[in-house]
């Protein structure tokens, strides 16, 4: 797919190369306060040279970060170079995961395998007539409870977090599946905080073979997927309201929590809310009464280990 490279997931220094040259051809001098006189640029965004001086570093030493051939910029050179760029906090935080030394050794095996921690499945438990999932760091659906599953994949196997090879990847969902997409009114902002959160992922974990083959599927197999993940914008799936049109209860509109750790690793919990007394609370809780009666316990995959 013509200007994206599927396996600079697995370069840290390629990634962070590319971060900073799209991020800058997103610039224009007047965002930045320059100006141009009217003379006839090259690129659509600032020029090296302008971005280094905003920043307040030399032009040749920021060349070589974009060339991938310098590996130790400070914290204090990134930061500034965040500044200039206009990064937001999750944009800062991607940019130094991205500039952080490589580990050294031979080559990453494969990942480990993901389980739900017992603490999860316990707060997972407690989410009874909630829709709630548990998402590992590939957005693999590790377990769910019955009204997660009603919600997000009502069309699936109930049964399929259970069984390695076969759980749901909700960013596969999203761009793959059209149950999915017809499931978010605004289907592209639901998939731009998809792509977004990826990017963030995959800067953390760079040697994910799994992550990568990930990117490579989506982006070959869908179009959408290729421009978002071309421009290297990050978002931190937090806290965000979608108005979903679900096939069992109409229209309604949810507040999508996402919850982790204190450690900030393992999977996380997603929560979805709706305001008290709402019209799409009341959807909700029909939601939970039309679910099967024998369904009234999380579904227990969350020790099995991935593929």
């Known amino acids: 797919m013509p200007g994206v490279r599927i396996l600079d997931v697995m370069s840290k220094h390629g990634h962070l190369a590319e971060f900073l040259q799209t991020r800058r051809g997103q610039l224009r001098p007047e965002d930045v306060g320059l100006r141009t006189y009217g003379e006839r640029r090259r690129v659509p965004g600032l020029r090296r040279e302008e971005l280094a ?73 407690a989410f009874k007539g909630t829709p709630a999932i548990v998402i590992g760091r590939g957005s693999d659906v590790l377990a769910w409870n019955p009204e997660g599953h009603a919600l997000f994949a009502g ?22 599946d059209a149950h999915t997409r017809d499931l978010y009114a605004d289907w592209p902002a639901k998939a731009r905080a998809v792509v977004g959160n990826l990017r963030l992922t995959a800067g953390r974990h760079p040697d994910d073979s799994r992550l990568a083959g ?52 393992g999977p996380t919990l997603v929560v979805a809310t709706a305001e008290p007394g709402s019209p799409s609370a009341t959807a909700l809780t029909l939601l939970s009464h039309v679910i099967e009666p024998d369904a009234a316990q999380p579904r227990r995959g969350a020790h099995t280990p991935t593929a």
């Open 214 to 265: 990930l990117v490579g599927e989506l982006t070959m197999g869908s179009p959408e997927f290729a421009r978002m993940w071309a421009d290297h914008r990050v978002q931190a799936c937090d806290v965000a309201d979608y108005e979903m049109r679900h096939p069992l209860v109409g229209t309604l509109t949810v507040t999508q929590q996402t919850l982790q750790s204190p450690r900030g690793d």
């Open 155 to 176: 069309h699936l196997d109930p049964e399929s977090p259970d069984v390695p090879g076969r759980r749901p990847n909700m960013a596969r969902l999203v761009f793959l």
């Open 53 to 125: 001086m905003l920043a307040g570093i030399s032009a040749p030493y920021y060349t070589r970060l974009e060339q991938g051939q310098s590996h130790n910029a400070s914290p204090e050179v990134l930061d500034a170079i965040a500044g200039a760029l206009r990064l937001d906090e999750p944009e800062r935080a991607h940019l130094h995961a991205l500039a952080r030394a490589p580990r050294r050794g031979g080559p990453s095996g494969r990942p480990r395998a993901e389980r739900v921690p017992p603490a999860t499945s316990a707060l997972l438990a």
